[in-house]
């Protein structure tokens, strides 16, 4: 199959391109500091391309990328909180999944800018979840971070706040969230496969932006060690903000995108 074959039929080669170029930005961020890859993909993506066509794009490549990294976090992780957690987000993957079906994609688009807006807020704030560890409430962090990853592949932060907070092993806390993020993974595929989101047209758009991603990833980690955290962090918060505002559905007619 050419690579022209492997572009949806309604999606110009700027478009695609303009996708090729966000993921590898977007990739290299998640390899360096292990976040921000959605937060950056999502609204600049959603911008070319519908946000039904781009956040099962972003599923399935970031699906495979992280599939190896399952079975170490199994070993590591625990396994009873993990699944307390993995509990919400089996109610809110699907009610994220039912949003972005039935939602106008502007109006999808408004609201991946309104929850990465809130996200980068999260992160720049550095908050972290320190009080005890409640049934309840580590459900509806599930729940939340469930919904968000169902709507719009971004359900990362909530759960990075909240893990990486608790009184654990930094080991078991990051294997704790590789382990959930398998798993809410795992739900948004069988949803998105369900509701008719993941087709053809997305798989074999997969097929031509997954290595970018993945050399992105590579890229990234390649970085690491050898630049400041610090300065990489704020570089991909950064990112994360002129993605928001350039993404916004406002200024489509000024960027000729409407």
């Known amino acids: 199959m050419s690579l022209s074959g492997l572009i949806p039929a309604d999606l110009s080669l700027f478009a695609t391109t303009a996708l090729a170029i966000v993921a590898f930005i977007a990739a290299t961020a998640r390899g360096f500091s292990g976040f ?25 490549i970031d699906f495979v990328s992280m599939a190896p990294m399952v079975a170490p976090a199994w070993r590591e992780a625990d396994r009873k909180a993990t699944a307390v957690i993995v509990a919400g987000a089996l109610v809110g993957v699907p009610l994220g999944t039912w ?12 609201i991946i800018t309104g929850f990465v807006v809130a996200l980068l807020a999260l992160l720049l704030s550095g908050w972290r979840y320190r009080g005890k560890e409640y049934t309840a409430l580590s459900v509806a962090v599930g729940a939340v971070s469930g919904f968000c990853s169902g709507l719009a592949q971004t359900g990362g932060p909530p ?32 949803s998105y496969a369900t509701s008719g989101l993941i087709t053809w047209d997305s798989l074999k758009l997969s097929l031509l932006i997954g290595p970018v991603y993945a050399l992105g990833v590579a890229f990234g980690a390649s970085l690491f060690g050898r630049a400041s955290e610090r300065v990489f962090r704020a570089i991909c918060y950064a990112l994360i903000a002129i993605a928001v505002i350039a993404g916004l559905p406002a200024l489509d007619g000024v960027l000729g995108r409407g």
């Open 36 to 60: 921000g890859a959605a937060l950056i993909f999502m609204p600049l993506a959603s911008s070319f391309a519908t946000p039904r066509l781009v956040a099962p794009l972003l599923l399935v």
């Open 159 to 190: 759960i990075v706040g909240y893990w990486l907070g608790r009184p654990i092993a930094s080991k078991i806390a990051r294997a704790n969230i590789v382990l959930f993020f398998g798993a809410s993974d795992f739900f948004a595929m069988v």
């Open 99 to 110: 949003f972005l079906t039935r939602l106008d994609p502007v109006t999808v688009r408004w």
